[in-house]
């Protein structure tokens, strides 16, 4: 029996990607592939048709099984592909009864969703870290994202059912557990008493002090609760990299974007994180060439990077989404936006090459996740000299850099 599962996009589809395996092997599939796509931007959209016409040529008996955020919203353009036997929303996608050999197709209104299943998954394929879901959905509406539409409100897992995932995967081996969702810092808005994010974390860490490292998922900058920046400062365990969703650095088109914080705001978070952590290390998710963005307004985002000593980037050229307010707005030619992105990662991998210069000579501890390789505390990647067990966290001293990040020894 051989299940593939291929997801495109964030780490909550790994995570669903484990449950899906889980729920067609338990339903005895055999020759099929899950594909589990994404539909931030038009180029994750592609990069999954173009997989799913390779699919159907190269493995003609295979049953092809397309899910995820792309197939929630437009589920007819991808039943149509070829090779493609059924297609489940994001709610069917994680309900055993639709894997059973002969299902349907099934996409459900993923706006009338009220609550998130809890799944036990013990095993990440190939990975050395363990993601565990905590929340699902967004209820906000930033001008340029369809995803609140693939993915429908917000709602939170509870603490029960994460702390059950979390002990499975602890029992598994896993030495380090990474804490997702769509809108994290939006967790708890929906429970009982309302519990905000930090209070949920510092419950779930004080209940496994077997946990050596705990990260979190993307951050709302302007959602981080007071419960969250005391872990910050007194919690060891809580690992000193935070990946802020920023998208720009520009007030005028953050206004635009419908984002809910400011440039100041950002600056004012980096700030407080460094006093009560110094050292700790920033990502930042960013967009180039947002409709109406002029040179002037992404001077201040290219600016931003190295105001906020932002480490690690993610950036996106801007993807214009159907039914989105931006798509309507003036655009920037596409080839702008590439050559805005390329400048964007440029200021990134410079900010990354300071940080690394800065821990040369230190000690760090690294999760290997191959016997030569693997990230340290502030998540940037490790290439170690002495051999190490994957899935293991070593010692390890800095002794040099590469274009990669560190060299230890």
Known sequence: MTIEVLSFGCRLNTYEGEVMRGHAAAAGLCDTIIVNTCAVTSEAERQAR????????????????????AAQIDPLAWSALPGVSRVLGNVEKLDAAHWSPDAPSAVSDIMAATETAAHLVTEFVGRARAFVQVQQGCDHRCTFCIIPFGRGPSRSVALGAI??????????GYQEIVLTGVDITSYGGDLPGKPPLGQMVRRLLALLPELPR??????????????LWKLIAEEPRLMPHLHLSIQ???DLILKRMKRRHLRADVLAVVARARDL??????GADLIAGFPTETEETFAESLALVEDADLTMLHVFPYSERAGTPAARMPSVPKALRKERAARLRMAGAAAAARFDTSRI??????????????HCEHFRPVRLTTSATPGHIVEAEVTGTDVHGLLAA
């Open 50 to 69: 173009q997989t799913i016409r390779r699919l159907s040529r190269e493995q003609p008996g295979a049953r092809i099984v397309v899910t995820g955020c």
């Open 163 to 172: 702390l059950d995932q979390c002990r499975a995967l602890i029992g598994s």
């Open 214 to 227: 705990l990260r979190l998922s993307s951050l709302d900058p302007c959602e981080i609760d007071e419960d």
């Open 248 to 250: 720009a650095g520009s």
């Open 277 to 282: 952590r110094p050292g700790i290390a920033f």
């Open 361 to 374: 000579g230190r000690t760090v501890r690294v999760l290997a996740e191959t016997e030569t390789s693997g």
